[in-house]
C-alpha cells in the first residue's frame, strides 16, 4: 500500500485565492482526520471524518474552511478565501475505526499564502 | 486539551537507551496509551501503544505503572535517525463520536547525539 497520498506537497498562492488540499486514505481505513501544524500552535486537530461523515469539527478555525469526504477513497480540504495566517503543513491521516489500531500520517502540504 | 504531560526536551547518547517518560494521572480506564513520534518535515509516525500491560515491538518498549498514571517509552539503541518529537497521546479504547479524535500535545524534543 502506499499510504496515506496528499497532494500538492507544496502550495504557493496569494491572499484572497482558494486553496484545496487533497487526501486519499489508505484503502479499508474509514476514519480519516485533518490537521494543521505550525511552530506557534502544534499539530491541531481540524476535523475527523467516519465512514465519510464528519464527526467533529470544532477545530475548523473559521467558515473560510471546509472539509469533504464524499467517498471512502478521497478528502478534501478547502480554504476560501485565504490568509497569510492560514500559512500552515496541513496533515491528512487515516485509520480502521474497528479496533485500536494506529492512524497513518501522510506526508503533509506545506501552505505558503502570500 | 492534550492530557498527557511530557518534557519538553531530552538528549541520549548514540547507542544508549532512551527513556521517554509521560504523565497522564487522570487517565480513565478505558484509555489506552499510545506513542507517535515526528521527524522533521515528516508526518507523525506510529510507534506503539498499550493499556496497562508493558507492550514491546520492534522499534520500542512501553512500560505503564501499575496505577496507569505515568508511562515510559523506551528506544533501547538510540540511533541518530531518533531525532524526533515523541508525542504521548491518550484514546479511547472503544471510542465513538469525538473521542475518536488524536489529539497532541507539544511532546519531547529527543536529540540522539554522537
Known amino acids: 500500500d502506499a499510504g496515506v497520498i496528499q497532494s500538492p506537497r507544496h502550495e504557493v498562492t496569494e491572499m484572497g485565492q482558494e486553496v484545496t488540499l487533497r487526501c486519499k486514505p489508505i484503502?479499508?481505513?474509514?476514519?480519516l482526520f485533518w490537521y494543521r501544524q505550525t511552530m506557534m500552535r502544534g499539530l491541531e486537530l481540524l476535523i475527523y471524518?467516519?465512514?465519510?461523515?464528519?464527526?467533529?469539527d470544532s477545530g475548523m478555525p473559521e467558515d473560510r474552511f471546509s472539509a469533504k469526504m464524499p467517498n471512502a477513497s478521497f478528502s478534501t480540504l478547502k480554504i476560501q478565501p485565504s490568509e497569510p495566517r492560514d500559512s500552515a503543513v496541513y496533515f491528512c491521516?487515516?485509520?480502521?475505526?474497528?479496533?485500536?489500531?494506529?492512524?497513518?500520517f501522510g506526508q503533509g502540504t506545506r501552505l505558503t499564502v502570500v | 486539551d492534550a492530557k498527557t504531560t511530557q518534557p519538553t526536551s531530552m538528549d541520549c547518547a548514540e547507542g544508549r537507551a532512551a527513556n521517554l517518560p509521560c504523565n497522564h494521572s487522570?487517565?480513565?480506564?478505558?484509555?489506552?496509551v499510545y506513542w507517535y513520534r515526528q521527524i522533521h518535515s515528516q508526518g507523525p509516525q506510529y510507534i506503539i501503544h498499550?493499556?496497562?500491560n508493558n507492550e514491546t515491538n520492534e522499534m520500542a518498549s512501553l512500560i505503564i505503572t501499575e496505577d496507569r498514571k505515568s508511562s515510559t517509552l523506551i528506544l533501547p539503541h538510540a540511533t541518530l535517525r531518533d531525532t524526533a518529537v515523541y508525542y504521548c497521546?491518550?484514546?479511547?479504547?472503544?471510542?465513538?463520536?469525538?473521542?475518536?479524535?488524536?489529539?497532541f500535545g507539544k511532546g519531547t524534543k529527543l536529540s540522539v547525539k554522537p
Open positions: 491521516a487515516s485509520s480502521y475505526r474497528g479496533g485500536n489500531t494506529e492512524a497513518f
Open positions: 484503502s479499508g481505513h474509514n476514519s
Open positions: 471524518f467516519n465512514n465519510n461523515v464528519p464527526i467533529d
Open positions: 487522570t487517565i480513565s480506564g478505558n484509555e489506552y
Open positions: 498499550g493499556l496497562k
Open positions: 497521546i491518550v484514546r479511547p479504547k472503544n471510542y465513538g463520536g469525538s473521542q475518536g479524535n488524536l489529539i
